[in-house]
Structure formats: structure tokens, C-alpha cells
């Protein structure tokens, strides 16, 4: 018998705003009992657990996203991202068009962000 991956766990000061955050940025809906001050917030769709912890992040993440736009350009992503109020860490996006944006959460928690299937000619 094998195993399967039930949710990635993502360790947080404020799991509901976190995972209101997320829930934005997917644009799929917390489990519908998650509530503020809930020291857990599911976004069930996507796998997405986020859980109250006491101590801050402090390094980088072993683990990330890699987002990849279905409706909008990378660039275009991006910029709705920030807006959300994440971050923009390093840019490698490139003159040619290729290359990625690496972002943080509200927390700190770093992703990717690549260009779109339709940018890649995919």
C-alpha cells in the first residue's frame, strides 16, 4: 500500500489571513468552517493547510509554490499579486520574455511565479 499527499502544511502567525491571502491569489474558498482566529484554514482544492505556529519564520523556505497564470500574462500576475500584498524578493525575469518572479506572502513565505502556458508557446 502506498501513501498520497492529503495537504501541504504551511506553518504561520495567523492562519486565517494567510489563508485568506492564498484563497485570493487561487481564487478557491476557505473550507467553509475556517473563521478568523482559527488556529487552522484549509483551501481544500488546492491542498493547502495553514496552521497557527508560536515562533516566526526565520530562513528561507525548503519547500515553494511555483504559480502559473491560466488567464493573465506572468507579468500580469505579478503585478495582481503585489496588490494582494505580497512582495517582490528577486526578479529573473528576462529581456527575451523567459524567467521568473520570485514573490513572498504576508508571512514571508516564498514563491514563483512563471510565465503562462501561453507564453511558453504550450
Not at 502567525?13 to 485570493?24: I, K, Q
Not at 483551501?43 to 488567464?71: M, S
Request: charged share 30%; net charge negative.
Amino acid at each position: 500500500m502506498t501513501s498520497k499527499i492529503r495537504h501541504v502544511t504551511i506553518d504561520c502567525a495567523d492562519a486565517y489571513a494567510l489563508g485568506s491571502f492564498w484563497s485570493e491569489v487561487l481564487g478557491q474558498p476557505l473550507h467553509e468552517d475556517d473563521n478568523p482566529g482559527d488556529p487552522e484554514a484549509l483551501i481544500e482544492a488546492a491542498g493547502l493547510l495553514f496552521v497557527t505556529v508560536p515562533e516566526p519564520k526565520t530562513v528561507k523556505n525548503r519547500v515553494h509554490l511555483d504559480l502559473q497564470p491560466q488567464d493573465r500574462t506572468r507579468d500580469e500576475e505579478v503585478e495582481r499579486l503585489l496588490a494582494l500584498g505580497a512582495t517582490l524578493v528577486d526578479d529573473h525575469r528576462k529581456p527575451d520574455g523567459t524567467g521568473w518572479a520570485l514573490l513572498a506572502d504576508p508571512e514571508g513565505n516564498e514563491f514563483c511565479v512563471e510565465r503562462s502556458a501561453a507564453e511558453r508557446g504550450a
